[in-house]
């Protein structure tokens, strides 16, 4: 299937993130370089050392909060000579980012390559609160291959086409809201032992079902909190990784298949891209979902970690509710803790690249007081509908 | 608010305009002898351009649905249903939209609906109501 898997030759060497707020009363860009400049010295590395920039989605010349700095600025504000540098929305959802860059050290144009994401989407919701619905992503009438099959129908975020997956979910599998509920209790207990976590009151099942329906069976507490955050990475060539702070984090495997129309309606509601991409990436190594010791599952809205542990077989398919009720075996002490920083959902939504971060601080036993189980194997997964993209990360 | 509506093209013109007569129009490939959706210049399956509008029966079944409680705009009324309907013309045929004119709560997947169009400007948006 494949001839040559090049992500095995660039592991994550530093990682860096700025303050998580909501707001910050930093720029964008202060916040970028908050993270990048960490990133670098966590490395051991100095600005001179870094010669590619990878981000997603990057700047889309729209100000967009969403992604306010891309690889250009964030290359010009810190004075760096690279060889390779580039973004983009297209792709395998929030990982293209850290995709992109490990492709461009395996093709050999550079050794050391800074990836990073900005989203400013709290201060944006200060001034202007329905900016981001999917119905101002367009001006006037929308002829968009993406929107104009959802806007016409009063679809004005993303939580409706989560909702449509989740009621699927439901009614094939018999999940139940009790069950979806643990997602966002878990990440509240992992929250209450982070400190940049945005939300860190207890909550109870009763806070829960308390909480208001947004779009059935989603309530409040199944989406993520807008925050305002940066977060970076280094990729370095394996070899360049030697000299460097850290035991290198490994590549070891990355997913990115697409084999359904990209589509949030026509993917499948139970599966969305999660399943082609978990194949591909358990295609590319010779572990298996049982080697995993903890996993960041991407919880834009609760649905979707329930989706990503099935993709990845971390439970059979289907099984996700049962797997999840009761919290036990996702805990921090569970034998499968996920999202241990929070997540999205209490975390913060720092989108796609925090749970690089998260993952790169439990292996490296980083993590403090939510430290789990020491362990050297990692699954990342972050995308919903037609995006997606995973990673397994080993500690050498 | 009210509801933002596609701009035409002559790929989405057929789908968003069949309801004037009272068609829903959706694309055919007539060299595999099926019918895709999003419309497109050319068959995904097959990569024909040999792709035409056709109508269909226009019943489906209720293939997933939300309640949105969330007012979204000003004047949006709550709650209201947005669903993807399965057409009964072939398997996994679908695209989303709203099941109006019935109790919200009432709705259930698998529940059986047809279209009724309603016409905004130049545009026959293709909505469903529970099939009697």
Known sequence: MFDHRYEKNVAITGIGQSEVARPSSKSAMRLTLDACLQAIEDAGLTREDIDGVACWPGDNNNGDPFSPVGPSALKSALGLNVNWFGAGYEGPGPLAGVINGAMAIAAGLCKHVLVFRTITEASARVHNKGGGALSAKTQGRDSSYAWQWFTPFDVHSGINLMALYAQRHFHEYGTRPEQLAQIALTCRANAQRNPKAIYRTPMTMDDYMASRMISTPLRMFDCDVHCDASTAIVLSRRDAARDTRHAPIRIEAIGAALDQPWSWDQISLTQMAAFDVARMMWARTDYTPSDVGSAQLYDGFSILTMIWLEALGLCPTGDSGAFVEGGQRIALDGQLPINTNGGQLSGGRTHGLGYVHEACLQLWGRAEGRQTQAHTVAAVAAGGGPLGGTLLLVKE | ?132
């Open chain 2, 1 to 132: 608010m009210p509801r933002k509506l596609p701009a035409l093209n002559p790929d989405n013109r057929a789908f968003w305009q069949g309801g004037e007569r009272g068609q829903l129009l959706i694309h055919h490939c007539d060299a595999c002898a099926r019918f895709f959706h999003p419309p497109s210049p050319i068959c995904p399956r097959c990569a024909s351009f040999d792709v035409t509008p056709r109508p269909v029966s226009g019943k489906g079944s209720v293939a997933s649905f939300t309640l949105n409680y969330q007012q979204w705009t000003p004047g949006l009324e709550v709650p209201f249903v947005i669903a993807i309907v399965e057409l009964i013309e072939q398997p996994g045929l679908r695209f989303l939209s709203n099941v109006v004119d019935c109790d919200p709560l009432a709705v259930s997947i698998g529940m059986r609906v047809k279209v009724r169009f309603e016409h905004l400007e130049d545009v026959w948006l293709p909505l469903f109501e529970k099939e009697q």
